[in-house]
């Protein structure tokens, strides 16, 4: 689920940007969109165009979507969940926090070791912090791939009106099969709002989408 991409980031500038964490918040986002939230890059927001945030995301040399701070309280984690778009992750701070692939059950511990990592959001997983300190990461979205081939346009929506019901639901049951198809490159132009996602498909995969219908999710070609 990690895989090691590049390294040697400096553990001094990664305990400068610890130290700058003045206030505790579940998610700090870093950057702003330059135009599609998605599809491309992000740029740094003014307030840290001197800090050592953008020395850090600065490391990672690759394009990069939306950026943030990511705290993890003690004895906290995440319900099970995947994402469309994969991640690249930094760890800044914690002590016996990890990150677990619930698909195979490995547990996979987060160091502040200088690393930048990639991670396969599409499994289904969760982060939990055992430990006594505040685990901060630093998340970057990598921006979602186009389709060059003949496609045609797909909504899924929610048959509930619970909304909680259906972000869990949509994370764990269609989530694996868009971040799959992303990868495919057979996504295009994805949108979403509170009740439904639109994208263009790549026509070879009209079964495969069409496979994720059921009493909670619609698909309409």
Same mark, same amino acid.
């Given at each position: 689920?990690?895989?090691?991409?590049?390294?040697?980031?400096? %553990?001094? #500038?990664?305990?400068? &940007?610890?130290?700058?964490?003045?206030?505790?918040?579940?998610?700090?986002? %870093?950057?702003?969109?330059?135009?599609?939230?998605?599809?491309?890059?992000?740029?740094?927001?003014?307030?840290?165009?001197?800090?050592?945030?953008?020395?850090?995301?600065?490391?990672?040399?690759?394009?990069?979507?939306? &950026?943030?701070? !990511?705290?993890?309280?003690?004895?906290?984690?995440?319900?099970?969940?995947?994402?469309?778009?994969?991640?690249?992750?930094?760890?800044?701070?914690?002590?016996?926090?990890?990150?677990?692939? %619930?698909?195979?059950?490995?547990?996979?511990?987060?160091?502040?070791?200088?690393?930048?990592?990639?991670?396969? &959001?599409?499994?289904?997983?969760?982060? $939990?912090?055992?430990?006594?300190?505040?685990?901060?990461?630093? $998340?970057?979205?990598?921006?979602?791939?186009?389709?060059?081939?003949?496609?045609?346009?797909?909504?899924?929506?929610?048959?509930?009106?619970?909304?909680?019901?259906?972000?869990?639901?949509?994370?764990?049951?269609?989530?694996? $099969?868009?971040?799959?198809?992303?990868?495919?490159?057979?996504?295009?132009?994805?949108?979403?709002?509170?009740?439904?996602?639109?994208?263009?498909?790549?026509?070879?995969?009209?079964?495969? !989408?069409?496979?994720?219908?059921?009493? #909670?999710?619609?698909?309409?070609?």
């Amino acid at each position: 689920m990690l895989t090691h991409i590049c390294s040697n980031v400096n %553990l001094d #500038l990664i305990q400068s &940007a610890k130290n700058s964490i003045f206030v505790e918040e579940f998610r700090s986002t %870093l950057n702003e969109p330059t135009g599609d939230f998605f599809y491309d890059e992000w740029t740094i927001k003014p307030e840290y165009k001197n800090s050592p945030w953008k020395e850090l995301l600065d490391t990672l040399p690759f394009p990069k979507g939306e &950026a943030r701070i !990511i705290q993890l309280k003690p004895g906290t984690c995440y319900t099970s969940h995947s994402d469309i778009d994969d991640r690249y992750h930094l760890n800044i701070s914690g002590t016996n926090s990890y990150l677990i692939d %619930l698909d195979t059950q490995d547990m996979h511990k987060l160091e502040t070791d200088g690393n930048w990592y990639e991670m396969d &959001a599409g499994k289904l997983h969760t982060a $939990v912090n055992f430990g006594r300190e505040v685990r901060n990461q630093l $998340v970057v979205r990598k921006l979602l791939n186009r389709t060059k081939n003949k496609s045609v346009k797909v909504e899924i929506k929610t048959t509930t009106d619970n909304a909680d019901l259906a972000r869990y639901e949509f994370d764990n049951q269609i989530s694996p $099969v868009l971040n799959l198809l992303n990868k495919k490159c057979a996504l295009d132009n994805f949108k979403h709002n509170s009740h439904s996602v639109s994208f263009d498909l790549d026509e070879g995969y009209i079964d495969t !989408i069409k496979s994720v219908s059921n009493n #909670l999710f619609k698909v309409i070609l």
